[in-house]
């Protein structure tokens, strides 16, 4: 059996894809150091698997902790979740999201070079693209400087992958994600956000839950089709299921690196989101229309054409089906 390491692994994106790793016979450690998650999620994987996970309660920046997880286990490769990701606090604590970002990876790829393990799946973002100026974007589609030190740790981590591995022959895989949202369709396991959120889903399913009292759509007034802005949002069990294909993919790899973007290929407004959420859940949703966000783009949304060819991999949920597990998952982890 071959065994993965899984950096982040009790997270939003990283359950669902031990899940995932799980069903395709991986065997599976996971490192995280419980910043953003809990020793719960552990259990709750199995629930839906049926299989044992190894898990090791630590920071990846931790050099003994990373050397002894090496070194007691003989890994295929590395899925690496673990990461800072709120966007507004990056604006607030830059160093704080370098250094967990940045030196978290460079502690990791040193790792990786002491034991000889030469397979990577790295978290990457849509949010390197900014605000593109053709849609829908592809890999080519040229890296902005971003918005925020978060972004700007996602361009960087892909830089310093970029150069890594061509120096030490690693098989690389930079996986763009656009807007994972939605849960595990068991509603065990979905995501968990930290006080109020700033992400639309977790707000929208919190507000019908009557947690938040109402939803505030930033914005009508963009050049789109309701003038609200556009994204692809992309169920985080897809998602999860792209990170199987491309460490299935990396170990056959002629170049050093390669990137997809992971979305539909199809665009939503807001409101078009929260329509769906509606009629979804048979739920009215209390929201109005407020100013513009600072930092948001336009639109944007994924040209799929690459990951669909190469890694045989695309989208099997629609953004009726997101909203549906969303609100699954809000009821059960509320109920918890
Ligand atoms: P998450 O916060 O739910 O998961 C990250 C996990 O890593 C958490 O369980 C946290 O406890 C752990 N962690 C953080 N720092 C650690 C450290 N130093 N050592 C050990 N564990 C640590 O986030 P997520 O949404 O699952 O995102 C996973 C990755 O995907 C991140 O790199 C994020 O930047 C990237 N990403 C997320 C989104 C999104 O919208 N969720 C979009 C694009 C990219
Ligand atoms: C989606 C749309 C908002 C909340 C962020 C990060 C990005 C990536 C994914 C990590 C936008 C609108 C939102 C609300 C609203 N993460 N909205 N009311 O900003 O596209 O992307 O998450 O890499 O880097 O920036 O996602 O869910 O915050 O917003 O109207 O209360 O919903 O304006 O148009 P975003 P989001």
């Known amino acids: 059996m071959k065994k993965i390491l899984v950096t982040g692994g009790l997270g939003y994106i990283g359950s669902h894809t031990v899940v995932e790793l799980q069903s395709a016979g991986y065997d599976v450690v996971i490192i995280d150091n419980l910043e953003n998650s809990s020793q719960e999620v552990k259990n709750r994987i199995s629930n839906i698997s049926g299989h044992p996970i190894e898990l090791v309660v630590g920071d990846i920046n931790d050099e003994q902790i990373m050397n002894n997880l090496f070194k007691d286990h003989n890994f295929y490769g590395v899925i690496h979740f673990a990461a800072y ?11 704080k999201y370098y250094h967990n970002n ?8 040193k790792a990786m070079d002491n034991h000889g393990v030469k397979n990577l799946i790295f978290s990457s973002s849509c949010t390197v693209y900014g605000e593109a100026e053709d849609l829908p974007v592809t890999e080519n589609t040229p890296i ?12 960087i981590g892909e830089q310093i992958i970029q150069d890594y591995a061509k120096h030490k022959n690693l098989k690389t895989v930079l996986l763009r994600y656009f807007n994972p949202v939605a849960a595990h369709p068991s509603a065990e396991i979905g995501e968990l956000p930290n006080g109020i959120p700033s ?57 050093q690196v390669e990137v997809f973007n992971v979305g539909t290929g199809h665009g939503s407004t807001v409101l078009e989101v929260v329509k769906a959420f509606e009629k979804q859940c048979n ?40 909203m549906y597990h969303a609100w699954m998952w809000q009821k059960n982890s509320s109920k918890k």
């Not at 990701?85 to 160093?95: D, M, N």
């Not at 992309?234 to 790899?253: E, G, R, Y």
């Open 144 to 155: 902005k400087s971003a918005e925020s030190p978060y972004g700007t740790t996602k361009i």
């Open 102 to 109: 940045i030196t978290g990876l460079i502690g990791l790829l």
């Open 199 to 255: 992400n639309l889903v977790p707000y929208i399913t919190q507000t019908a839950a009557g947690i938040r009292e109402q939803l505030v759509v930033y914005g009508d007034d963009y050049n789109t089709s309701d003038g609200t802005c556009v994204r692809d949002y992309i169920h985080v069990v897809d998602l999860a299921k792209a990170h199987v294909k491309a460490m299935a993919f990396a170990d056959s790899m002629t170049d």
């Open 283 to 322: 739920i009215k949703l209390n929201y109005k229309i407020g100013p513009r966000r600072d930092g948001d783009v336009e639109q944007i949304f994924a040209d799929t054409q690459k990951i669909n060819n190469i890694l045989n991999w695309q989208a099997e949920y629609d953004i009726n089906d997101m």
């Open 85 to 95: 990701k709120a966007v507004g606090e990056s604006v607030e604590y830059p160093v």
